[in-house]
């Protein structure tokens, strides 16, 4: 009989969101006149702006004709929406790129799992902590790591606390580790770090020979001038540094699924034989064997978003968001709840009144104010006491949810 994979395991059951899920059902059935506010997820609420939309059923309808038609397309995307992400993203903000150096795909959670493909497992990773549960279960998965502890770690996998006391922005790792992912504006946290944060971290990456994985997801939200949207805008990045980026939350693409990983030339790692090798040519090779490119609708669709138009649309929406998140944060401040991010990024990390735990602040935010958030200890122990709302959703909503809140602490 064929053995399966037992790293599958070590994995702690999907607990979060189903147990959310669970909670929230027991609550509706119960009281099924309570208007219940769901500001727990993280998908985009909005639809594709006109502009986009424009372009994906033009592209479908060139599939629909034989001169137009497209088959297989290049397995690391086409170069033209390489060249306009390159032209319309990085360029601007200083960094220079090779279309050669971007692989589009079909979105960054797959990106930032696949990519351990081309790494040896004897690497060691750091990862944050509370942190987007797929860096750690895909490492669990792949063989990386021992079983859990008590509290939730994973032995062999390193943990990087991001607490009040460092403003979420973690220690440099305890031990020495190979790989260090970040993810910038951060989910769960909401926060970001600042030029000077991520030169110490890309200083640090060169000097004891690591490479960051740097999520970019929602570099979109960032809403202040002099924070960093790109890890490349950092000098000495491009030789320690893989970036991912995702249509999905920029372009309400979580349904449509487009994103892009972009390994430099630069960037080496060494063989068995302590000889240099490029990893863009090793993702190149798994690329082209074990992906066959995203589809060309989804591909005109996903270069209308920096089209002038497109972006103007799409900007729009962000900006609705973030005005969401300010409601949300101000709204809290002012009910005396303590809470970090939201100014770029579309999540606020709260930190749950009178030290509530997490799960018994997710309760009484249901029970008393029929708002559904996400508990931060599902996240990683060090979210434990922490609470994290979405700005993804309609305005109405958020600001019944913020007076709900206010009207309960506010006093
Ligand atoms: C939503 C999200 C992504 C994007 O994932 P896709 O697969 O592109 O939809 C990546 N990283 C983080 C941290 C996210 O929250």
Redo the contacts with the bound molecule.
Sequence with gaps: MARINDNYLKLQAGYLFPEIGRRVSEFTTANPDAKVIRLGI?DVTKPLVPAVLEAFHQGVDEMADAATFHGYGPEQGYDWLAQIIIDKAYKPRGVELKTTEVFISD????D?SNILDIFDLGNKVAIGDPV?P?YNDTNVMVGRSGNADDKGYYEGLVYMPCTEENGFNPEFPAEKVDIIYL?CPN?PTGTVATKEQLKAWVDYALTNDAIIFF?A??EAFITEADIPHSIYEIDGAKECAIE?R????TAG??GV?C?LTVIPEELLGTTEKGEKYSFNKLWNRRQTTKFNGVSYPVQKAAAAVYSDEGWAQVKEIIDFYMENARIIREGLTAAGIACFGGVNAPYIWLKTPGGMSSWDFFDKLLNECFVVGTPGSGFGPSGEGYFRLSAFGERENVETAVQRIKDKWGK
Excluded: H, L, M
């Excluded at 979105?107 to 797959?110: L, V």
């Excluded at 995702?246 to 939350?249: E, I, L, Q």
């Design positions: 993280g979105g960054s959670k797959c930032s987007y797929v993810c989910n999520d997801a929602y991912f995702s249509f999905s939350k693409f979580t699924r994103g």
